[in-house]
């Protein structure tokens, strides 16, 4: 099963703000929809191991 984490930029700071197993609500996200937010990044883990990383927005 792949987890997604995702990682909120604000200025000099990341966050993990979400975390789900839903790929297509995690592709949704917007970085309006976190207060302060820069950019959105997600991690993709695998079998306790990340696998994937990227920016979304």
Do not use: G, H
Not at 6 to 21: C, G, K, Y
Not at 41 to 46: G, I, S, Y
């Amino acid at each position: 099963m792949k987890i997604y984490v995702v990682i909120a930029l604000r200025e000099d700071q990341m966050d993990n703000v979400f975390v789900s197993t839903d790929e297509e609500k995690i592709l949704a996200l917007l970085p309006s929809d976190f207060d302060d937010c820069d950019a959105l990044f997600l991690e993709v883990w695998e079998d306790d191991a990340k696998i994937d990383d990227y920016r979304l927005q």
